[in-house]
């Protein structure tokens, strides 16, 4: 019974020992030459078999990560410009407190779904010890974290005061609510197109800092034009460019702190980015106060992109790419 549980719980390609009668096991034939001819490796040699199953896994995972994560990415802004479509009819036909049970619902319809088709695909790798103290002091971590924090502020802050910004320009709260629709929808496919291309050439660093610097220079148009139709493709290039830099963050986040470990980077990877979307939210009505206009809130918005860029520019690619 164990000789049959072990061959059946065995990777296929793994050789296993033969048994005789008495229960001993003897080397096959196969596995003797092998071992003679590697000076007497076998035991490396099929050490080395057992973990050619997670390596596929793993450079699987690093093969196709950013589009993974950009389809996430798609996801989670899909469903944050459909709730906010829905909210105001919603309201205004059943009432507030029935608009949450209504979220509540679905919220918990899509955990159960998850429960129960959701399957976990992750190789059997080694625990690490250090946890979030570890990760805190690797510089590279450190320099996605600083990413997030400034790239995630400067585009929570726009959508917050978008409708401020856009008000002496002429544009209306309606048209300054659809310029916030555009720029999702140029989000979601960003979030596939880059990513893609990115893990077509096995390259992050690039379309990280190119993405964050194009998003800035989009920035100040998206904050001050008063021509409608140029605002809305300002709009749309600028959550095109800007969304697939988070898909990228989160890959480049995983990757530098590994398997064993990502969770917790992705974790504060979020914990950074919504800090700084609180704190630039926080900061534009304190700039607006020094200077009675809206113009240095705006700047200061644009700038923050462009620190983020030059922050990837100093960064290592992550070490799949790199060694490719």
């Given at each position: 019974?164990?000789?049959?549980?072990?061959?059946?719980?065995?990777?296929?390609?793994?050789?296993?020992?033969?048994?005789?009668?008495?229960?001993?096991?003897?080397?096959?034939?196969?596995?003797?030459?092998?071992?003679?001819?590697?000076?007497?490796?076998?035991?490396?040699?099929?050490?080395?078999?057992?973990?050619?199953?997670?390596?596929?896994?793993?450079?699987?995972?690093?093969?196709?990560?950013?589009?993974?994560?950009?389809?996430?990415?798609?996801?989670?802004?899909?469903?944050?410009?459909?709730?906010?479509?829905?909210?105001?009819?919603?309201?205004?036909?059943?009432?507030?407190?029935?608009?949450?049970?209504?979220?509540?619902?679905?919220?918990?319809?899509?955990?159960?779904?998850?429960?129960?088709?959701?399957?976990?695909?992750?190789?059997?790798?080694?625990?690490?010890?250090?946890?979030?103290?570890?990760?805190?002091?690797?510089?590279?971590?450190?320099?996605?974290?600083?990413?997030?924090?400034?790239?995630?502020?400067?585009?929570?802050?726009?959508?917050?005061?978008?409708?401020?910004?856009?008000?002496?320009?002429?544009?209306?709260?309606?048209?300054?609510?659809?310029?916030?629709?555009?720029?999702?929808?140029?989000?979601?496919?960003?979030?596939?197109?880059?990513?893609?291309?990115s893990d077509h050439v096995r390259?992050?660093?690039?379309?990280?800092?190119?993405?964050?610097?194009?998003?800035?220079?989009?920035?100040?148009?998206?904050?001050?034009?008063?021509?409608?139709?140029?605002?809305?493709?300002?709009?749309?290039?600028?959550?095109?460019?800007?969304?697939?830099?988070?898909?990228?963050?989160?890959?480049?986040?995983?990757?530098?702190?590994?398997?064993?470990?990502?969770?917790?980077?992705?974790?504060l990877l979020m914990l950074f980015?919504?800090?700084?979307?609180?704190?630039?939210?926080?900061?534009?009505?304190?700039?607006?106060?020094?200077?009675?206009?809206?113009?240095?809130?705006?700047?200061?918005?644009?700038?923050?992109l462009v620190v983020a860029a030059?922050?990837?520019?100093?960064?290592?690619?992550?070490?799949?790419?790199?060694?490719?």
């Amino acid at each position: 019974e164990r000789a049959h549980d072990e061959e059946r719980l065995s990777p296929p390609h793994v050789i296993r020992p033969q048994r005789d009668h008495d229960g001993t096991e003897e080397a096959t034939h196969d596995e003797q030459a092998t071992d003679e001819a590697r000076g007497g490796g076998g035991d490396a040699v099929r050490r080395q078999e057992l973990l050619e199953p997670r390596g596929e896994a793993i450079e699987r995972a690093e093969a196709e990560g950013a589009i993974a994560n950009g389809l996430g990415t798609m996801g989670m802004f899909l469903g944050m410009a459909a709730g906010m479509a829905a909210t105001p009819a919603l309201v205004e036909s059943v009432g507030l407190r029935s608009t949450m049970i209504v979220f509540f619902v679905v919220a918990a319809v899509a955990a159960a779904v998850f429960v129960a088709l959701g399957t976990e695909r992750r190789p059997n790798v080694p625990s690490e010890t250090g946890g979030f103290v570890s990760l805190l002091r690797r510089p590279k971590m450190l320099a996605l974290f600083a990413i997030a924090l400034l790239g995630l502020g400067s585009f929570n802050g726009l959508t917050t005061w978008l409708e401020q910004f856009l008000a002496p320009h002429g544009i209306d709260a309606a048209t300054a609510g659809l310029v916030g629709g555009l720029l999702i929808v140029g989000g979601l496919f960003g979030a596939v197109v880059i990513p893609l291309w990115s893990d077509h050439v096995r390259r992050r660093k690039p379309f990280l800092v190119v993405c964050a610097l194009i998003a800035a220079v989009c920035t100040v148009p998206v904050c001050t034009t008063g021509s409608v139709h140029a605002l809305y493709g300002f709009a749309l290039a600028m959550g095109f460019f800007f969304m697939p830099t988070f898909a990228l963050l989160l890959d480049m986040c995983a990757s530098e702190a590994g398997l064993a470990r990502a969770g917790a980077a992705t974790s504060l990877l979020m914990l950074f980015g919504n800090a700084g979307g609180v704190l630039v939210i926080l900061a534009i009505p304190l700039l607006k106060a020094q200077t009675g206009a809206d113009t240095l809130g705006i700047w200061s918005l644009a700038a923050l992109l462009v620190v983020a860029a030059a922050i990837g520019v100093t960064i290592r690619e992550t070490p799949a790419r790199a060694e490719e």
